[in-house]
Nanobody, 115 residues
Framework: EVQFVESGGGLVQPGGSLRLSCAASGFTFSSYHMSWYRQAPGKERELVATITVRFDITTYADSVKGRFTISRDNDKKMVYLQMNNLKLEDTAVYYC????????WGQGTQVTVSS
């Protein structure tokens, strides 16, 4: 069974940082690109960042480019999202998944940016 468990969210002031973690199971993690998504209240889920299987090539939504960094550890089956210089508009529930799987969604981890 495909599963994702996200953690690391919290309440942070604008300009602050958080590091999100995602534990994946139920599939061959090292064979899949991995992504972080987020969903803000009243909005659709959006793609935030992706890291490829080979060479760890990363891509980001324009809104987070230069502030967020996605990384992965294939041995631990983990994917991470380092978020720096957080803004109010980054407030959302953050999820991880593989773009080509898109099932087994976890509960996500809440990130709230507020002064």
């Amino acid at each position: 069974e495909v599963q994702f468990v996200e953690s690391g969210g919290g309440l942070v002031q604008p300009g602050g940082s958080l590091r999100l973690s995602c534990a994946a199971s139920g599939f061959t993690f090292s064979s899949y690109h991995m992504s972080w998504y987020r969903q803000a209240p009243g909005k659709e889920r959006e793609l935030v960042a992706t890291i490829t299987v080979r060479f760890d090539i990363t891509t980001y939504a324009d809104s987070v480019k230069g502030r967020f960094t996605i990384s992965r550890d294939n041995d631990k089956k983990m994917v991470y999202l380092q978020m720096n210089n957080l803004k109010l508009e980054d407030t959302a529930v953050y999820y991880c998944n593989a773009p080509s799987i898109q099932t087994g969604w976890g509960q996500g981890t809440q990130v709230t940016v507020s002064s």
